[in-house]
Structure formats: structure tokens, C-alpha cells
């Protein structure tokens, strides 16, 4: 039987995670979430303060959102908690019992909490901190684990320097990718020149780096949303996909992809219905305008030489953007325990993989992210 491969799955953090693994001296600083009394409630602190991102009020509706895996009914539930998600979400070893109830070998996994603290965290210092704790407490999680888990590690840009050590550690622990959140800092394009020693490091260590959504406050069309909208936590939990769009856009403007050709970038759960349409409208520009930019090439070639996709179960356009962009860039994620999940993820993803071919099949379901990741 061939193997299935999850590459895009997630732990629910425990909420006092960077208060226990945090270097001392950023203790008081924090990010960490305080549980109310009352069911549903609660507050996220970070700095000493209680989250300018995600203020009291937010609460109720952001924890369904990460939480409510195979219950989306309950996702207006004012009394759904933190730890009313599937016991999978919060243990290792449930979660090998839900992988091997559902045929799943092995998962890839990117946290919860740790998509949410970067746009409250301004400090370089503090960012780079918190990564190193949530990457030494995911070893420690997975690591016992390490024929069933693919630990991927958070780094932070907003200092340089820092995220080029971090690389360096988690390479030497055994982690085969990292992932950066999908927004810029300060302005700055992914392609901007102080940027570039983390992209050397990433090729040299021959680390995949993937580029998932993360919480900012001012996500795509925030301004235009904002005032007077039924619900702007409904509007973020698709607007913020833009996000990891726009980054691969930069990659390719801004000659990333093109100076570092030995790069391996994932876009992850951004979807890839897109793509067609999103890669030949570059190149149609790229014919007029590519000398105002850093590209030596087509959107499409460096997309094949470079770039892979993480796709969502459901997605009903995967069969045909594969035979236009071939079936080696796309590999499937289940987002267990958040609320886009499926419940039986690997049904539902074959179900819309059925009229490729078995061959194709087999590469998105296992053998493109193993090849990839070197499994």
C-alpha cells in the first residue's frame, strides 16, 4: 500500500508554552493565553499586556476557529473552549491514534498559537526568542516520534542575524524545513538585500522553507472590511491566503528565486486554484516589464524549478491545474485540529483526486513532499 503523507497539520500549543520554554530574561514578556472563568472566554497576553490583535471580545470567535476540528457546528458556539477540540489535538500520542485510525504515516506540523503572536511581537529580540522556545518544545514533542512527525520550525525575519542561527539549530537538531509567516516587516519585500543571508543559509543547508499565513492586523483588504462587517474574524480567515500570495510574488519580482536558484520554497495552505491564471498573468507582463525587475526568466520556469504547493483536500480545481502545471508540485494537507479540516481528510482528498490518473495520485498524496523534504 502506498504511504500517505499529511503536509500541512498542527498542534495545539499548550497556553503557557513560552512562559516554561522561553530564555529567562523574556519571561515577563511573554506570549501566553489566561483562560476565564466563564466557558469561551479568556485573554491573550503578550508584553505584559493584554493582545492588541486579539483583544477579549475576539476571543470567542477566534478559539472555534483553531480549535473545532471535525465540529463546525459548535463554531458559534459560545461556550466551545480551548480544550473542547479532539484529544489528537493536543497529544502526540492521540494523534498517532487518529493518523493510524485514518491511514495517514506520517504529518507535518506547524503550530496553532504560533500562527497568532507575530503581529502583537514588534521586538527582533523578543520574535527571535519565542521562536527558539516553540521550536525546542516541538522537537522535544516529535522527536520521540520522528518516524510519524515532521517538525517544522517557526522563524522569525524580523532580525536577521537571529533567524540565520535559529536555521543553523534546528538543522543540527534534525528538522528537514522551517517556515516564515507570510507577511513582510517594516515595509520590507522578501526581496529586499538584508533579507539574503537567511536565503543563503536555507541553500546551503538545503532546508525547504515554507511560507504560511500567519495574523497580522492589517491583512488584505483590512481597511476595506473593517468598519461595519458582520464579522472580521469571518473576512481574515480567507483574505489572510492573499497574504502567502503576495509573498511568492516578491520572491519572483524580486529576484529572490533568481539569485538563489537552489532555493525550495512551499506556499502552504493558500490553495492553488490560483496559480494558472497567477503565473501566466506575470509572464504576460514579464514580456514588457520583466527588465524592471530581478527575474531572468518565466514565472512558470521558476515556479517548476523552485516552488511547491500545499493543497487543501477539497479543492475541486487541483485535477485541472495539474495538467496544466504537471503533478510534481502539489502535495496535500489535512490542517487538523483547525476548522477548514476535514474529518476524514484522506477520503476526502482522494475523493477529488480520483479522476487523475494513479500515478498522480500517488505524488500528491506521498511521494512529491517525501522527495522534497527527503523523507
Known sequence: MSRIIDADAHFAEPLDLWLRYIEPKYRDRAYHVMLGKEAGRGQVVVEGKVSALFPPEWFRDVVPLTMAFGQTERILDPDFTYYDGIPAAYDAGERIKWMDAE??????IYPTWGLLWEGDIEDPELAAAHCRAYNTWLWETCSPYIDRFVPIAHISLRDVDSAVEELRRV???????????????????????IYDPFWTELQELDLPVGIHIVVFKDYMGSDWYRDGATSEVMYFSYMSRMDTRLAFNSLLYDGVLERFPQ???????????????????????????????????????????????????????????????????FFWGSDIPHAEGYTHPVEEAKKHLGSLPESAQRKILADNVAKLYGL
Request: charged share 25%; no cysteine; net charge positive.
Open 171 to 193: 538543522a543540527k537538531l534534525g528538522m528537514k524545513g522551517v517556515f516564515i509567516g507570510s507577511r513582510p516587516h517594516q515595509g520590507r519585500s522578501f526581496g529586499h538585500p
Open 263 to 329: 532555493l525550495k520554497v512551499v506556499l502552504v495552505e493558500s490553495q492553488s486554484g490560483w496559480l494558472v491564471e497567477w503565473l501566466d498573468g506575470i509572464d504576460h507582463r514579464y514580456q514588457y516589464l520583466g527588465r524592471l525587475s530581478g527575474m531572468k526568466r518565466t514565472a512558470n520556469e521558476y515556479f517548476q524549478r523552485q516552488v511547491w504547493v500545499s493543497v487543501d483536500p477539497e479543492e475541486r480545481t487541483l485535477a485541472a491545474t495539474t495538467e496544466i502545471l504537471g503533478a510534481d508540485k
Open 103 to 108: 491511514g495517514i504515516d506520517m504529518q507535518f
